[in-house]
Structure formats: C-alpha cells, structure tokens
C-alpha cells in the first residue's frame, strides 16, 4: 500500500507545488534575502562601493587575468582595468582637483572608456552623473545644470553637443578628453587613494546620477544610492547565474540603469564578462553574441522586436540559418512585449526568459521567470508565499479615474483597492516617517520628489510611492503592465489601454511596428484611437487587401471601443515616432499632431480611417468635413 501511496502523494505534493508555486517562491525569496543580508554586511564594511569589487578581483591571482570588458574586439582584464583606473583617478585628482563626493558630469557613448571614467571617479570617491549623449541643445544643458556639476567629461565625438551650450551652462568647465588627453592620463602613476576619501556616510548616499527617459518633458535626475545599486547586482547575479565563466552581452546604452547596472555593475559584483557594443543594430546584435559566446542578454523589449523583425542570417559557407547558432540560454530585461515573447523563444532558440519590472528612482522590482508559456507576458509572477510575506503588504493597485490619472478614493478618503483582474495604478508602500529610507527621489527637485509619495491610501497617515504606471493582477499571481498613466485614455465612455491594443496590432502579419495613442477631435468627447503603424515590406503603404485584413483582425481582437480609428503611416521599424535610447515610444508628440494631414511645417502626413469594414485614406476633405462637425464617429 505504501509503494503505491507513495506516487500519489509525489503527484499531489507536485500540483500543490505548481499551483502555489511553492518552489518559485522559496527561490525568489532566497534571492531577495540574500540581497538584504550581503548589504547589510558590506555597509558595516564599508564596502558599498563597487570600486571595491574591482579591487578585490583584481587582486586575486586566480581572477585577476580574467575578462571583465569586452569591446569591439579589445578585451580588458581585471588587472588591467584596475591599473587604468587608478591611475586616471589619479589625473583626475591632481589635475582637475576632483574632490570626493564631488558630482561629475560625463558625457560618453556607450564605450569602454566610460566604464573607466565611472571606476576612476568611484575610485577617488567623487560621483559620476550620466548625461544622455543623444540630447543636444536645452535638454542636454537642462541635464547638466540640474547635476550641479563644475566640470563635464567629453569624448571627443561628441564634443560639438556641448560645445553648442557651453554658454548656457557656463561656468561648467567643458573637457574634451581626447586621444591626446588620455594618454598623459594613463601615463601617470597608479596611485590608489584611501580609504577615507570613499569612505559613505550612509547607504542612501548618493552613488550616481541616472536620468529618466524624459517621455513627458525634460528629463529628472534620479538618485541612484549605494544599496539601490548593491541589491540590484545581487539579486540580478544571483537570477542569471552570473560569475567566473559566464559572460552577458548587452546593446543597452550606459547611461541608463539597464546597461550600466543590470549590465556592467552586476558583472563585477560577480566576477564575470561582460561583452558590449556601442549602440543597439539588428544587422550586428547577433554577430556581436556569437564573437562573444555570450550567455546571457540584457534586452530592453522594442530592441527584440526588432530583431525579431530582421531576417534571418545564413552561415556564408553552408547556408545554414544563424538564429539559434549562439550560445545564449536566457535573456534579462524588461518590457517585452507579449506578441514577441514567444516568437522571440522560439525563433531564438531562448530557454528562458528573466522579465523584470522597475525604475531608477522606484523603490523596489518584480521578477518573472518564465521558461514556458504559462507567465509569458507578465512582469511578475508569485505564489502564495511572496504574495502573503511581501506583495499585499508592500503593494496596491488603486482603482483609477483615468480622466485626471488620479486614484479613486471611498467615502472616508482612503484609496479603493482594484478587484482582481482590474486595471488600475500601482503603488509601492515606503516608511511613512522615513521615506527617503526607500525613496531618494530626484536630484534638488523636492516638488518632483514630493509629487511621487500619496498619503492615506489604506490607512491615515501613510505614504506609498506612485509609479505612474497601470499594471493588474490576474488569476495564478501573475502582474502584468498594461499602461503608463496618461497613455491609457477613455473613449465612448470606456478605457482603453494603448499597450494592448498595440500587441493585438503587433500580432497582425503585415505590421512591424505600432504606436498606439488617443487624440481629440473636433465635436467629439474623450479621445479617439489612433496607431503610428510601421507595416512590413521596408514601412511603404499597405495595400487595400493588407488595411481590410488588420480592420478584421482588430475587431476580432478587441472590443469595439478599442479598434483604433485612425492608423498614421510612419517609416520602418523602430522610427514609428521619435523614441527615446532605450527605444521607449514616446507618444506626446503624436497626441498633439493629431489627425490632422498637414503637418505643422506643411508636409502631408498620409492617414486612414476606419470606415466600414476596412481603413480608408483620410485626407484634406475628410479633416474639413470633420471640423466643421460633419462627421460623427
């Protein structure tokens, strides 16, 4: 009886398992745990600064001659970086009186020089800012006033950026850091300065400066604090496997968290390589994996979409497909979309995929670890045991007015908790008398910090941090992000979420690409549906066949209120509007172009519309007609 009873008892311990994802839990936990425990004793060491890492692997016999940067073909040990950092440090001290905790702006591509620049002022105890090097004019010189830097390091490509505002900024010194410059630097001595001069008050100090993708306006600098940056490589090595022997590749630019902390800073907490490229192709990614033997991935999601859309490369010799000729067993990012999740598997040959959801200036992530079909998609997955222990204490989703992006509160003022499977806006619980202890907030901007903390949510006197974002829980604890707050909007008295009409459009055969936002109209409330669409074929005009097809597609997907009205013919994948470097569709722009043929500097923009059972030309005629309140939609 036992002999039989024991497979029974296997089964039902497995399904238990499965369903409270028992296992998945233990794990995650473990992970974040060890994060809490590791900085707690590295902030008692003092060793919250990763220069530390550098040092250490350097300094041991069995890590030192291993490689930890791998660029366009030049590979730099831990020694040798070691070496070259301290003494540029060294110029750095001497020769531009850097002093510690001094804020340096820095202004690179994505490059090995600026891992060394990074590691040479965290080595004098100075802190870097990361200046976006794609802003030119008032963005760039709104970035690097607000860092309230003296002085910006420049590579010489670059140098006619910031030459062009140096008056705006002045009296910023502006350093080109030529070929000529870096050798004098590198040619001094190694010297390594003490202890004391990095020596960190506190944990929620100020270890860089990483600006937001400014989607809605001028960028915010974000305060980026030594155990924000500890606990991200902590738990990121530890999900990825990351160390000896495992190299990641990444196309993410350094001047954003993914790159530079997921990327770079978790590969030295681990002792690992890390293999870059100075900007994202789809003609090159993969070459780049293979000539690497990379691993790992890190991946923002429109850069796969991408990829996903390239053809396929054959081997020259044979004529065999490359796409799953690489070495690559699971990538780590976030904001991949659910139309090219398992496409992107599939096609790829990706084993597993680490999904994550964050900001630079949030106060916590989530982590989706999916390897079948049953999580994709979503941004976090938990069991019983996290979401008891961690998620209903230390998260909410809000019900939501989506006509003012403000969460709906009851008759005693206190937010309304969203049903399952409802929409609304996250929040993130932070200490209520010591909220800088989660929330560090934006860079001498107290007004931006203070807008981002709601009090009295669930109880009087509370505080919780607004993401900003829309996201909803459904059923097997699973999150998924549906929308940034003011992208969502409302028409025919219903919300509709840009996100997913935009993967139900990215599903369609012949679009590439899709940008989905609401804009006004005259004699119409709320706003209508419009897509910057990108179709396949190198972006030209889809056929009349191709626009009845998606119409059926659309209607069969989505209800009625969220077919989009409009489509907007936009030019190839990846320009379907302006997007930020981290190929962030930003929609501003677009909401204020509406519908509209004739541009603002009197191009003709070519646009349809939904009438009957398929997308029309919309022109000159249909807009007047329209404005003057002969159209009713």
């Known amino acids: 009886m036992a002999a039989l009873a024991a497979p029974a008892v296997a089964g039902a311990l497995a399904y238990v398992n499965a369903k409270a994802a028992v296992g998945y839990d233990l794990f995650m936990a473990k992970s974040i745990a060890q994060g809490y425990v590791q900085s707690a004793y590295r902030e008692r060491a003092q060793k919250l600064n990763l220069f530390c890492d550098l040092e250490y692997w350097a300094a041991r016999a069995d890590h030192a001659d291993l490689p930890f940067l791998v660029y366009q073909g030049r590979t730099w040990t831990y020694a040798q970086l070691h070496d070259t950092v301290l003494r540029y440090g060294h110029w750095l001290r001497t020769e531009l009186g850097i002093r510690p905790k001094q804020v340096v702006a820095m202004c690179y591509t994505t490059s090995d020089m600026f891992v060394v620049t990074w590691m040479a002022l965290w080595s004098i105890g100075a802190t870097p800012a990361f200046i976006n090097y794609l802003l030119t004019g008032k963005g760039l010189a709104h970035c690097l006033r607000i860092s309230t830097s003296e002085i910006c390091l420049v590579e010489p490509s670059l140098a006619s950026n910031l030459q062009e505002i140096s008056a705006d900024v002045a009296p910023m010194k502006i350093l080109v850091v030529t070929p000529e410059v870096q050798q004098v630097a590198f040619s001094g001595p190694a010297v390594r300065y003490p202890d004391e001069d990095r020596k960190i008050d506190d944990k929620k100090d100020l270890s860089i400066l990483i600006y937001t993708s400014g989607t809605t306006g001028f960028p915010k600098a974000a305060v980026v604090s030594w155990i924000k940056i500890l606990r991200i490589c902590i738990v990121t090595s530890n999900l990825l496997g ?338 930020t470097g981290t190929h962030k569709q930003q929609k501003v722009a677009l909401r204020k172009a509406g519908v509209n043929p004739v541009g603002e500097d009197g191009e003709e923009i070519t646009l349809y519309w939904l009438r009957g059972d398929t997308y029309v030309p919309f022109g000159k005629e249909e807009w007047r007609r329209m404005q003057v309140g002969k159209v009713k939609l």
């Not at 009409?501 to 679009?511: E, K, S």
Request: net charge neutral; with cysteine.
């Open 242 to 579: 990351l160390g000896k022997g495992h190299t990641q590749f990444t196309s993410m630019p350094f001047y954003h968290s993914t790159g530079s902390l997921v990327g770079v800073a978790s590969t030295l907490f681990a002792g690992g390589t890390i293999a870059f490229s100075q900007s994202f192709s789809k003609h090159t990614f993969w070459s780049e994996v293979r000539a690497t033997k990379a691993n790992s991935i890190v991946y923002i999601g429109e850069a796969l979409r991408y990829l996903l859309d390239a053809p396929p490369e054959h081997d020259a010799a044979t004529g065999a497909c490359l796409d799953k000729k690489h070495h690559v067993r699971t990538i780590y990012g976030a904001g991949l979309r659910a139309d090219v999740w398992p496409r992107f598997k599939e096609r790829f040959g990706i084993d597993t995929v680490i999904e994550f959801y964050g900001a630079t200036e949030g106060v916590l992530g989530t982590w989706n670890i999916s390897r079948n079909s049953f999580s994709e998609g979503a941004v976090a997955r938990v069991g019983w045991l996290l979401r008891t222990l961690f998620f209903d204490r230390m998260t909410l989703i809000v019900r939501t007015d989506w006509a003012t992006d403000t969460p709906v509160r009851d008759a005693r003022g206190r937010c309304v908790r969203a049903a399952l499977g409802e929409t609304g806006e996250l929040l993130l619980k932070v200490p209520a008398d010591d909220i800088d202890a989660a929330f560090q907030g934006y860079y001498n901007n107290a007004q931006a910090t203070r807008d981002k903390i709601l009090r009295d949510v669930a109880a009087a006197g509370d505080a919780w941090f607004r993401t900003g974002d829309a996201l909803r829980w459904e059923r097997d604890g699973l999150l998924f992000f549906r929308d940034r707050l003011g992208d969502t909007f409302r028409w025919k008295g219903e919300n509709v979420s840009t996100m997913e009409v935009g993967n139900v459009m990215g599903m369609h055969p012949c679009v590439a690409e899709a940008n989905v936002y609401g804009v006004e109209l005259p004699h119409h409330d709320g706003r209508a549906g419009c897509a910057a669409t990108a179709f396949c074929g190198g972006g030209g005009a889809p056929s009349p066949a191709e626009l009845a097809s998606l119409a059926a597609h659309l209607r069969k997907a989505l209800p009625r209120y969220a077919v989009p009205l409009f489509i907007r013919l936009v030019d190839g994948v990846g320009r379907a509007e302006t997007t």
